[in-house]
Structure formats: C-alpha cells, structure tokens
C-alpha cells in the first residue's frame, strides 16, 4: 500500500514493449536501476509493464541497443492530473479555499458527546458544560480540559469522576455519578441498627452492640436487629455505634394480565420521506408542510454528519425521515404466545423491584379470567438488610 502512494505521488507510465530481445532489454534496464512492476507477457515479442517517469526517459538507449520498441499505453499519477488542472485556475482556487476553510473550521469544537449518565441528564451536564466555556462553537486553545473538569467536580457533588478529552473539532466527556450509598451515622455516634425490609431473617452478623433476634425470627421494616445499648457483667449500661447487618428471606409477588384479542398496527405500504438540515443547533427543513403525512405511522430517523475523520467532524447534519403509514387491525395472540409475553414482562418488573436482591427460586401461575390471561410471579429472594439509626429511634423502643 505505502509503495502504491509513492508511486501515484512520483507519477508512472504504462508501457508496451516489443521485439526479439525482450529479455536483453530487462536485463539492461535493471543492471541500470530502472525499475519495473506489473510486467505482463501478452505475446512472444511483446510485454506490458509500468515504469516510473524518470525511468522512462531513460529507456531510449536501451530499447534501440536490443532492437525492441516502445510505446506508452498508458500515464497516471499526481505529476499527470496536476497538469490537467494547470490551467483550471477556478478549481485550484477553489480547492486551496476549501482546505482553508477545513482548517480554519478544524480550530472549534462543533460535536460533543456525554457518556455515563445515570440519574443525571445529557442537558443537564450541557449546561455545567457552557457554563465553564465547553460549548459548540468554541476555540479548542481556549479550552483547558483539567480546568473544566475540575470546574465541574466542584459546582455538582453528583458526580464522583469526570473527564474532558479533545479530539480535533470533537469533544468527548466521561461523567461517573455517585452510587447511592447506605446513610452511615459517625463511628462515634451511639446507634441501633434496624431492618429496612419485612423478611425472615436468614443470617445475622453482629459486630458491635446487642443482638435484639435470632436467624428464623420474621422481623417488619423498621423492628430493632441490633441494639446500641449494652450491660457489662458489673451491670453498667454502655452506649456503643451498633453495627451489624442481616440478610432476609423475601418473597415478592408480581402479576400481570393480557387479553388474546388486541389492537395491531399494521403498515399499510404507504411511505414519505423527508430531509432536513442540522447547522449548529439549527434546524432547517427541507419540505413545506409541517405536519405528519399521516394519521398513524412509524417513523425512523437516520442522520449522517459531515466529517472529514473520526476528530474532524462539523457541525452540518443531514436528518433523513422515513414515515410509515399504519393502520389498526385486530390480531389475535394464541395462549402461548400470551404466556410468553406475559413472562418476560413480569421478569422484568421483578428486575426493577428487586434489583439488588439475589432471587433463589421462581413461580409462575397462569389462569384465564375473563377472556384474560393472568400470570402471576412469586419470587423468594436473599436481601441484605441493615441501617443505622440514631440511639432509641426505632419502632417499639422504649
């Protein structure tokens, strides 16, 4: 590949050569550092190959010294098209003007992406962003990515890490958002410990104060695990940061029902098609009637953006969407494939319930009510469970 460009760069040409001495001729040519790739023998007498330009001028005396002739079939490379274009004093100009542009334009940032939002918006990390001069259309030398960043960390205690990389006209941040963390009162700090969730109890650690149940007792959120009030064998009362952490044995029951007959929407055939233009943060439609083509539809969206490489991206956008006219069909679900549906929705909304529980056994009921199919989930599931609470704060505490 890297021989291919240095040989468009110094120019070649492509030449026949034909006589009785053809393997004389070669054997001058390279004893005399003329180079040739791309032979081809498409006669007795006569082969095709590719020379550069400042080999070919010096051909002549060899072809003439081993009775063969030349003749060129063929001429490429940069020395041949720059002097087409000699004389195109418009387009040499117009392309010096591009490449100015190019660069001038290559000076601002014109696409930022925000990657590692959580709880957090996109919009809202744009506005910390602008505020502290990360914006479209800024200088990237007037940017400094450590200032901002650590602009940034300290204007928001939401995030914990963030990092501005620059690459050409693009700007790339990475937000880490703090993890919510269990509320934990000072080490000094006397404090029970009680149950955050209604379960029975599978194991209890204790490390510090007294331990108010057992492994098997069922315990309601809010009832006392661990007690930060102590008695020494002399009988003295100690008031000591309670610590301790149970796991729970929970059951959580999800339900959901389907009706086999429902409304589908079904494509029609019929599709539209629409341009728009994205400069900067502005829109320009390219079509006259703003509103939908039709009543019910689907649409996609595709946008391709002007770059020049994966750093060297601008801010012009081309928006193509394709509208899909629907219309609503009745379709009816055979009970299998309600069960199926059904079952992977209640997954899901025990996914979300119970999102750091560890479930160990799973029950699915199925019955039809009313033309519905109604499944239930039953899941037991191993929880932890343990905050700390100021001293005599929790329900039933004397």
């Known amino acids: 590949m890297l021989m291919q460009c240095v040989n468009f760069l110094r120019g070649s040409v492509r030449i026949s050569v034909q006589g009785a001495g053809i393997e004389r001729f070669l054997n001058v040519c390279a004893a005399n550092g003329i180079a040739f790739w791309g032979v081809h023998r498409v006669a007795p007498d006569r082969i095709e190959a590719s020379v550069r330009i400042s080999g070919f001028f010096a051909l002549r005396p060899y072809a003439r010294r081993t009775m063969c002739r030349i003749r060129v079939t063929g001429k490429s490379g940069a020395p041949f098209y720059g002097r087409r274009l000699r004389r195109r004093h418009a387009l040499v100009l117009g392309a010096v003007l591009c490449a100015a542009i190019l660069y001038a334009l290559s000076g601002f940032v014109w696409t930022i992406s925000i990657e590692g939002c959580e709880s957090m918006t996109q919009a809202e ?32 205690d939401r995030l914990s890490y963030l990092a501005v990389n620059l690459h050409g006209s693009h700007a790339q941040v990475i937000v880490r958002e703090h ?87 079904v494509p029609t055939g019929e599709i539209k098609t629409r341009h728009a233009l994205i400069i900067g943060s502005k829109r320009l439609n ?20 002007l770059s020049v490489s994966e750093n060297l991206r601008f801010p012009l956008t081309l928006v193509t969407e394709t509208y899909i006219e629907l219309e609503r069909a009745p379709l009816e679900l055979s009970e299998e494939k309600c069960a199926e549906t059904l079952h992977e929705r209640l997954l899901d909304m025990l996914e979300r319930q119970a999102a750091d529980a560890a479930v160990t056994e799973l029950d699915y009921r199925f019955e039809k009510k009313d033309g519905r199919l ?25």
């Open 286 to 305: 390219l079509y006259l009637v703003e509103s939908a083509p039709f009543a019910c539809y689907d649409k996609k969206v595709e946008k391709k953006s």
């Open 374 to 398: 109604v499944a239930t989930l039953q899941a037991e599931c191993l929880e932890r469970c343990g905050v700390q609470v100021p001293l005599g704060a929790a329900d039933g505490q004397p």
């Open 179 to 265: 993890g919510v963390v269990r509320e934990e009162l000072d080490i000094d700090t006397p404090c029970d410990v009680v149950a955050d969730k209604t379960g029975v109890i599978d194991s209890l650690i204790v490390r510090s104060g007294t331990a108010m149940t057992e492994v098997g007792k069922t315990v309601e959120a809010g009832e006392l695990l661990a007690s930060g009030t102590m008695l020494s064998q002399q009988g003295e009362t100690w008031l000591v940061h309670a610590d301790a952490e149970a796991t729970l044995r929970t059951w959580r029951t999800v339900q959901l029902a389907l009706s086999d007959q429902i409304d589908a929407a």
């Open 125 to 156: 990390v744009m506005t910390l962003l602008e505020q502290n001069g990360l914006y479209i259309g800024a200088r990237t030398s007037g940017i400094n990515a450590g200032a901002v960043r650590n602009a940034l960390l300290e204007q928001t």
